[in-house]
């Protein structure tokens, strides 16, 4: 089938809707991946139905994203105190879930299934084999990557979710990476099949994140126009690094007290506890008071993308410290609204920020300090490099994604094998299996 032919696409993601806010909870860059890739599908001509696990019992079984896009409510355990750990225990009940939702449609109905992170894998593979649709999976995050850069006191991955993302890659007609870097890994951690890997960086929406007047932005957010704005988005936990800002502005202000004059040094945190997180929600801002921060760092929760937009035009850079990122979705759209990025020099990074900021090899907080005082202090090198921001964000609109994400799609047809599942069971002489 050529991308052409491809009418209907079914995307799986079992733990977070594309309906949450991103910034809080386990909603973030993949919310965003899951929303937008569906909906421009949908105005290509795409019928597109999102599996997602219902979490509230306010929202009906299915919700009109957009036109031409459903997001479909699978009922699978309570609807609250599960968190993303808990879930492997409750893919069964979501695999019927979805099971049952594809029997009300006729054989064939579905020409593609799309999974996002590992968990959704596991579920896409028994549906794409029951469907006798091909499998595309997008992996968003990995246990062997993340366990191998971990922040100090994090948890690591266990064991199970490693051999769940190594079966999901082996049944996966195509995976798709964000980054060659991210190809790379799938294959020398993965085993990954080269030949099946698609490369399809994710986007940004050009015209809610563009250049502004950070005057303006300023002036609506409540941010004094003189002070040196550095800010970070994303959910607070210890793998985003978010603490690594705060202790890099303590040392400014120790370094140089003029900070604490006109130049006003000032920090953003746009976001909330996500992840292991939770375990300590009140850890950042416990250390922003113990290194007597408190007047200098401002806590924001989620906002939606326009006051995001906002945020990213009145900050004068953006910090993106993670340990790990496969893309960095907060770095392109922090350039695209004409804001330079420092960011961590790993993962999809690289990649995310090309020649519009500057990559620190390290997470030493005296590095990220001398940094970000660098181009703090160089109003001439952060005109420079906004210019190439916003060139730089243009070669990554979701028109482009999208263009990829079909062309994938129709490989993915073209080179379709025997799931694992059909091979054994066809061996043991089993009839496929059937959900009603």
């Known amino acids: 089938m050529t991308p052409e032919g491809i009418r209907r696409i079914a995307m799986v993601s079992v733990h977070t809707s594309p309906l949450e806010q991103p910034g809080t909870g386990d909603a973030g860059g993949m919310n965003v991946y899951v929303a937008e890739t569906a909906k421009h599908l949908a105005r290509r001509g795409r019928e597109v139905e999102i599996f997602t696990r219902a979490t509230t019992g306010a929202l009906p079984p299915t919700v009109e ?5 459903t997001v479909r409510h699978i009922l699978a355990g309570p609807y609250e105190g599960l968190s993303k750990n808990d879930l492997p225990g409750q893919l069964c009940a979501f695999a ?10 006729p054989e064939g109905w579905f020409d593609i299934v799309h999974s996002h992170y590992w968990l959704s894998g596991q579920v896409g593979w028994l549906a794409a084999d029951r469907w006798r649709a ?3 999976h997008t992996m968003h995050t990995m246990a062997r990557v993340k366990n191998a850069a971990l922040a100090a006191g994090d ?17 996966a007609d195509r995976l ?7 190809a790379d890994q799938l294959v020398t951690l993965y085993d990954a ?6 490369v399809v960086p994710p986007g940004v929406d050009l015209e809610v994140f563009s250049p502004g007047s950070q005057a303006a932005a300023r002036a609506a957010l409540g941010i004094p126009q003189g002070c040196a704005l550095v800010l970070f988005v994303g959910r607070i936990q210890p793998l985003k690094a978010p603490d690594l800002l705060v202790r890099a502005a303590r040392i400014m202000l120790d370094r140089d007290p003029s900070w604490a004059g006109t130049n006003d040094l000032r920090v953003g945190i746009l976001g909330g506890p996500s992840g292991t997180g939770l375990e300590r929600p009140t850890h950042l801002a416990d250390l922003v008071s113990d290194l007597d921060l408190g007047d200098r760092v401002r806590f924001v929760p989620p906002v939606d993308r326009a006051t995001l937009a906002q945020w990213y035009r009145a900050a004068d850079l953006v910090a993106v410290p993670s340990h790990n990122e496969s893309f960095g979705l907060v770095a392109i759209e922090a350039l695209a609204c004409g804001t330079p990025v420092v960011a961590a020099d790993v993962g999809g990074l690289p990649t995310a920020v090309g020649d519009a900021g500057l990559l620190i090899p390290t997470h030493d907080a005296d590095d990220w300090a001398d940094a970000l005082t660098s181009l703090l ?12 921001a916003v060139r730089h964000a243009a070669r990554f609109g979701w028109e482009a994604t999208t263009d ?5 799609y129709g490989e993915a047809c073209r080179t379709q094998t025997s799931s694992p599942i059909a091979e054994a069971t066809a061996l043991l002489g089993v009839p496929a299996l059937v959900i009603p």
């Open 65 to 69: 994203l957009a036109p031409g896009v």
């Open 96 to 105: 019927a879930g979805v099971m049952r939702a594809g029997a009300a449609r």
């Open 134 to 136: 091909p499998l595309v």
């Open 155 to 171: 948890v690591p991955e266990p064991p199970g979710r490693e051999i769940g993302e190594a079966q999901v890659v082996e049944a």
């Open 176 to 182: 798709i990476a964000n980054t060659l870097d991210e």
């Open 193 to 198: 099949d080269p030949r099946r890997i698609s």
């Open 377 to 388: 202090r160089d109003p001439t090198r952060r005109t420079s490099l906004a210019r190439n």
């Open 404 to 408: 990829r994400l079909l062309t994938a």
